[in-house]
């Protein structure tokens, strides 16, 4: 209840509309009306995987605004239960700054970590592959697959066509991979703990294409101590500090950022973390899958 509204509180006073959950809104009201979701896409707005405007049915009916903050709450309560499952303490990921991002403009981003506690939340990832892929092959189950097919079979169902409809309308999203900006090279280190899951999910994360600093959120799918998330935490509002008086430029700009303060310190998390404690990520996905 209080990301919803705060979500909405963003949205309302600065005249953001349902900012990044606008496309699926609109793409989720054109369904249900028999039209093409590709077609008259807000401007400014780059258009997601269809599973997301299917995802987003349930808000279709509710005004922009508020449909986004009851999807951002809805997320955000679902993570938190996640969370909370594992110990009071994960929840302090609720103050690193790529959720607040994530807050201000309604973002995917904590559904898509959802899949890493729910193995039916694993459906939303295909919503936003580019963030979903690295919390989806690190944290599997059949379940998740199937729930995955579905949303995706969902959507062909309903859509035959929309890769193609799709695909050509990316020329404008705009993105870095964190691998390829400085000191994005060093995230290779996390290969050293390829055992563990969160070394790989970091690693993963680092390959892909990512837009702003919402986006590395699933990041803190990594820290499990209250002081590693802490000192996460911490670094990462020195990039929010960062970003409140600077405006970035260039994806370039954000890209190093990003690596800087939310990448590397996650990289010492997995690389300092004793092997003991590395996650048991066979027995882990044994465990799911049954």
Not at 52 to 79: H, Q
Not at 123 to 152: D, N, Y
Request: charged share 10%.
């Amino acid at each position: 209840m209080v990301s919803g509204t705060l979500c909405w509180a963003f949205l309302h006073h600065f005249h953001l509309g349902g900012a990044d959950f606008t496309w699926a809104h609109h793409a989720a009201r054109s369904l249900l009306s028999g039209e093409n979701p590709y077609s008259g896409t807000p401007p400014g707005v780059i258009p997601y995987p269809l599973p997301a405007a299917v995802a987003a049915l349930p808000f279709a009916p509710f005004p922009l605004e508020i449909a986004a903050a009851l999807f951002f709450g809805i997320s955000s309560g679902l993570l938190a239960l996640g969370l909370i499952r594992q110990g009071p303490e994960r929840l302090l990921v609720f103050l690193a700054y790529p959720y607040w991002a994530a807050l201000m403009t309604a973002q995917w981003t904590p559904l898509v970590m959802c899949s890493a506690f729910f193995p039916l939340a694993f459906a939303f990832c295909v919503a936003k592959p580019q963030i979903g892929a690295p919390v989806a092959l690190t944290h599997p189950s059949r379940t998740g697959w199937m729930a995955a097919a579905f949303l995706l079979l969902a959507s062909f169902v309903l859509r035959p066509r929309w890769p193609l409809e799709w695909i050509p309308q990316l020329h404008g999203y705009q993105h870095f991979v964190p691998l390829l900006v400085l000191p994005g090279p060093l995230l290779a280190l996390a290969l050293w703990r390829w055992r563990d899951r969160d070394a790989l999910l970091l690693f993963l994360a680092c390959l892909l294409p990512q837009r702003w600093f919402y986006d590395s959120f699933i990041l803190w799918l990594i820290p499990k101590t209250r002081r590693s998330i802490v000192a996460t935490v911490a670094c990462s509002w020195g990039v929010g500090l960062w970003r409140w008086y600077h405006i970035p430029h260039t994806m370039q700009q954000v890209g190093n950022w990003c690596v800087l303060g939310f990448y590397i310190p996650m990289l010492v998390v997995v690389l300092i973390r004793p092997r003991s404690d590395d996650p048991p990520r066979q027995a882990s996905g044994d465990k799911r899958a049954d």
